[in-house]
């Protein structure tokens, strides 16, 4: 990520680690077709043409009707998606793939955490993009677009979406624990602190309804922490250096604290038993960028929409953030590139927003009435548009290095979870480096 001024850091969406999963299919179908000469499939007369995509987690292009869409303007093409929930089974998997330059999918999801080594190690498998009719650089952030694009100016991936975090939270859970619930009331409570956060939730566990929590896991609160950080994982140089940075061992012992006081559910995040703990109503709280949204609208029960809403968080940050590819091998590049074209355009990005909640990369959309002022099922009146607006123009922007999922999920996956199952804070933080080293060293 180039370096920035201070003020440009201001104006523009952080992109930082996220988290979801995601598969892939061996190959790529085609429902028959003659071959151009381009290796695409034209259809033909014979039928039409499949492109299928590799994603992780809930993307919303299928949610948002932009399948269904592109498809009634192409009628000659179908599409296809294959999705995994979780990035660490996604990921290794597409690297595989890509270094046999084999069972490749037209197109590829990259998750941003992924996408500096995706770029450095990866681009000679994948398309140019910057060369499809249609694409202008301007369209996106600026760091956006720099993210996936290498030394000499080939551009691997088209950002979909980013993440301005806030936090949601369920109004009747408040309610029941006696606290405020006004959106602009609560942010209030815990604003410029995640330490003031995590009191608010010690005010929570007093009264809360049985069998609630605060907050839904601990890698969500430490995932949140981080992400209103400049520097985490990686400095500026590209030296590893979460374990010496205060601000990562800071987050740690916050989150242990939380998880120690039982605040936060002994969950990791996009598994089978956390999307129960959403559709059964059991926590109050959620480090919630805007495709979060998409996500507690597809887990939870019809009696949860409207019932949460959109509060400022601590401090600004951004969780999350995808790059659409297209690898060089598939069976429909010239038509992969297309779809991928149409679909990270601002236009498709704002009505992925409007139904989805994913934040556009396209700064163009940023004054747009349909983002400022955005609702949500989830959220009901709420104008939520502004909350993640505002976000977007003040978090910061991360250094982000090739190995940062790798070191997230360890922090998370095999260290704060330890602490809501008996370990010390000691003990967690020590599994988890030597897990995360362990892995480095690979």
């Given at each position: 990520m180039?370096?920035?001024?201070?003020?440009?850091r201001?104006?523009?969406?952080?992109?930082?680690v996220?988290?979801?999963g995601?598969?892939?299919l061996?190959g790529?179908a085609?429902d028959g077709?003659?071959?151009?000469?381009?290796?695409?499939?034209?259809?033909?007369?014979?039928?039409?043409?499949?492109?299928?995509l590799?994603l992780f987690?809930?993307?919303?292009f299928k949610e948002?009707g932009?399948?269904?869409?592109y498809?009634?303007?192409?009628?000659?093409?179908?599409?296809?998606e294959?999705?995994i929930?979780r990035?660490?089974?996604y990921?290794?998997?597409?690297?595989?793939?890509l270094?046999?330059?084999?069972?490749?999918?037209?197109?590829?999801a990259?998750?941003v955490a992924n996408?500096?080594?995706?770029?450095?190690?990866?681009?000679?498998?994948?398309?140019?993009?910057?060369?499809?009719?249609?694409v202008?650089?301007?369209?996106?952030l600026?760091?956006?677009?720099?993210?996936?694009?290498?030394?000499?100016?080939?551009?691997?991936?088209?950002?979909?979406?980013?993440?301005?975090?806030?936090?949601?939270?369920?109004?009747d859970?408040?309610?029941?624990a006696?606290?405020?619930?006004?959106?602009?009331?609560?942010?209030?409570?815990?604003?410029g602190?995640?330490?003031?956060?995590?009191?608010?939730?010690?005010?929570?566990?007093?009264k809360a309804p049985?069998?609630t929590?605060?907050?839904?896991s601990?890698?969500g609160?430490?995932?949140?922490?981080?992400?209103s950080?400049?520097?985490?994982?990686?400095d500026?140089?590209?030296?590893v250096?979460?374990?010496?940075?205060?601000?990562?061992?800071a987050a740690?012992?916050?989150?242990?604290?939380?998880?120690?006081?039982?605040?936060?559910?002994?969950q990791?995040?996009f598994?089978a038993?956390?999307?129960?703990?959403i559709?059964?109503n059991?926590?109050?709280?959620?480090a919630?960028?805007?495709?979060?949204?998409?996500t507690?609208?597809?887990?939870?029960?019809p009696?949860?929409?409207g019932?949460?809403?959109?509060?400022?968080?601590?401090?600004?940050?951004?969780?999350?953030?995808?790059?659409?590819t297209?690898?060089?091998?598939?069976?429909n590049?010239?038509?992969?590139?297309?779809?991928?074209?149409?679909?990270?355009?601002?236009e498709?990005?704002?009505?992925?927003?409007k139904?989805?909640?994913?934040?556009?990369?396209?700064?163009?959309?940023?004054?747009?009435?349909?983002?400022?002022?955005?609702?949500?099922?989830?959220?009901?009146?709420?104008?939520?548009?502004?909350?993640?607006a505002?976000?977007?123009?003040?978090a910061?922007v991360q250094?982000?290095?090739?190995?940062?999922?790798?070191?997230q999920?360890?922090l998370?996956?095999?260290?704060?979870?330890?602490v809501?199952?008996?370990?010390?804070?000691?003990?967690?933080w020590?599994?988890a480096?030597?897990?995360?080293?362990?892995?480095?060293?690979?």
């Amino acid at each position: 990520m180039r370096a920035r001024t201070r003020t440009a850091r201001r104006a523009a969406v952080l992109a930082t680690v996220a988290t979801l999963g995601a598969g892939l299919l061996a190959g790529c179908a085609d429902d028959g077709g003659d071959k151009d000469s381009d290796g695409s499939s034209s259809g033909g007369g014979k039928g039409k043409t499949t492109i299928t995509l590799g994603l992780f987690g809930t993307m919303g292009f299928k949610e948002a009707g932009l399948y269904a869409e592109y498809e009634k303007l192409n009628p000659n093409i179908k599409i296809a998606e294959n999705v995994i929930e979780r990035n660490e089974n996604y990921y290794p998997a597409l690297v595989n793939h890509l270094t046999t330059n084999s069972g490749l999918q037209d197109v590829q999801a990259v998750e941003v955490a992924n996408i500096a080594e995706v770029t450095a190690t990866q681009n000679a498998k994948l398309q140019d993009l910057s060369k499809v009719s249609g694409v202008n650089k301007s369209n996106w952030l600026d760091w956006k677009w720099a993210q996936a694009t290498t030394k000499d100016g080939k551009t691997i991936g088209l950002g979909t979406d980013v993440g301005p975090m806030a936090l949601c939270y369920r109004t009747d859970l408040f309610q029941q624990a006696g606290l405020p619930t006004d959106p602009t009331e609560v942010g209030k409570l815990w604003a410029g602190d995640w330490n003031k956060f995590v009191s608010v939730g010690e005010q929570f566990k007093k009264k809360a309804p049985e069998g609630t929590y605060f907050m839904d896991s601990p890698g969500g609160l430490l995932n949140a922490i981080l992400g209103s950080e400049e520097e985490k994982f990686y400095d500026s140089s590209g030296e590893v250096i979460y374990k010496k940075n205060r601000a990562v061992k800071a987050a740690f012992d916050l989150t242990a604290k939380a998880a120690e006081e039982g605040l936060v559910q002994a969950q990791t995040q996009f598994q089978a038993t956390w999307d129960q703990t959403i559709a059964n109503n059991k926590f109050a709280t959620i480090a919630c960028p805007p495709w979060m949204l998409g996500t507690l609208k597809g887990k939870s029960k019809p009696e949860a929409f409207g019932k949460w809403a959109v509060a400022v968080a601590p401090k600004s940050a951004n969780w999350g953030g995808s790059f659409l590819t297209v690898p060089s091998s598939g069976k429909n590049v010239k038509e992969a590139e297309k779809l991928v074209a149409w679909l990270t355009a601002p236009e498709q990005q704002v009505k992925l927003f409007k139904v989805q909640g994913s934040f556009p990369s396209a700064p163009s959309t940023y004054t747009s009435p349909d983002v400022t002022g955005a609702k949500n099922e989830m959220t009901g009146d709420q104008n939520i548009g502004a909350i993640f607006a505002e976000a977007a123009k003040s978090a910061p922007v991360q250094v982000i290095g090739p190995k940062d999922q790798i070191i997230q999920q360890g922090l998370t996956d095999n260290g704060v979870i330890l602490v809501t199952k008996g370990k010390s804070a000691k003990e967690a933080w020590e599994s988890a480096t030597k897990t995360i080293d362990n892995n480095l060293d690979k």
